[in-house]
């Protein structure tokens, strides 16, 4: 028999114990949480739909990871060390395989970066999943959308493109089973939020924010924030091996410049902390690439082969 909503919170969601800041979690009306001493408090929220942030039939343990995911690389993107999180939950049914599937995910990148799940709401209707993620940051010290200066260097993290690649490769009718292919369906099941990065670039970096909609598409609104233009040189996009094997050359530069769900940061960084950045990439085991420079004048500046300008035909995703 199918749990009813008290039983299946209790069953899958309420996992007691003490957790740092909660005076009191799941099973009251509301949660009573301590921030901690002398910090601020940073809040995001996040609502997948099945059939438009993710396909149907999206494996309910991606589904899980992937709901924290996203506010997770919101919270890195403001320099931010998450700390609690409210799930919504609206399920068609409440099928118990569907639910541990989906709990497996959520907890196992909850438990790698420390999060409570500490409330909630379960309701019936459309596949729809929101979380709204809590954490700390220093007064002052959060990373913002606004800042960037020109001469700053444009960065990011990791490699673009290969999320929409495979939520491509994953949307064939017989996706394909080519090794290359199989590691960019992964890039896009299980964004990696670069929390530890966002932490790092507290007092280095300028302005910052996660790539969600599409490298062309953030910058564009880091650089809106900011009062300022960018240019970018594209031979300089970190390309992944996987991606250039399925799309050769410039045939990536699409998926890098438009595709969504990387999770990367995109950060701007004064020029006189360039020399951090080497030796923050490898302290923190992930690529950290220099692809442009930030300019006075507005706009984006796409430079492909010999710096001639390249130009992108969709930037980014648009909900209307
Ligand atoms: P109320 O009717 O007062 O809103 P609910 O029945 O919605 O109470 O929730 C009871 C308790 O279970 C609350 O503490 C709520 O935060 C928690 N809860 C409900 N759904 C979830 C969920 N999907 N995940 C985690 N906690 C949840
Ligand atoms: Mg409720």
């Known amino acids: 028999m199918a749990p009813g909503e008290f039983e299946l919170i209790g069953r899958y969601f309420d996992r007691r114990g003490a957790a740092p800041g909660v005076r009191l979690g799941i099973g ?6 301590e921030p901690p001493a002398g910090r601020a408090l940073v809040a995001a929220l996040d609502t997948l739909v099945e059939g438009v942030h993710f396909p149907a039939g999206f494996a309910p343990a991606d589904i899980g990871w992937r709901a924290l995911a996203v506010n997770l690389s919101d919270l890195a993107a403001m320099g931010a060390e998450p700390l609690w999180a409210l799930l919504g939950l609206t399920l068609p049914r409440a099928e118990p395989d569907w639910l541990e599937g989906f709990a497996e ?16 709401d379960t309701t ?59 590691r960019l369906i992964e890039r896009f099941r299980r964004p990696a939020p670069r929390v530890a990065l966002g932490r790092a670039l507290r007092g280095l970096a300028s302005a910052a924010i996660d790539v969600s909609d599409g490298f062309a598409a953030d910058l564009g609104h880091l650089c809106q924030a900011s009062g300022v233009g960018a240019s970018v040189d594209l031979s300089r996009l970190p390309l992944s091996d996987a991606l250039s094997a399925l799309h050769p050359g410039e045939r990536a530069w699409p998926h890098a410049l438009g595709g969504g769900d990387d999770y990367e940061l995109l950060f ?7 020399g951090a950045l080497p030796e923050l990439g490898a302290a923190l085991g992930v690529s950290l690439s220099r692809v442009g420079e930030v300019e006075r004048e507005p706009g984006l500046r796409l430079r492909g082969r010999e710096g001639r300008p390249y130009v992108l035909e969709h930037a980014g995703y648009r909900h209307f």
Do not use: N
């Open 105 to 120: 995910g959520f907890f196992e990148l909850a438990g790698a970066h420390g999060v409570t799940l500490v409330g909630g």
């Open 124 to 182: 019936r209707g459309p596949l729809t999943v929101t979380v709204q993620l809590i954490g700390a940051v220093e007064p002052g010290r959060a990373l913002r959308r606004a800042g960037a200066r020109p001469g700053d260097l444009v960065c990011v993290s990791g490699t673009l493109g290969d999320a929409a690649a495979g939520l491509a490769a994953l949307s064939q009718p017989a996706p394909s089973r080519r090794a290359a292919a199989q």
């Open 28 to 33: 009251d009306d509301a949660a009573v949480l």
């Open 268 to 274: 701007t960084l004064p020029p006189e902390h360039a």
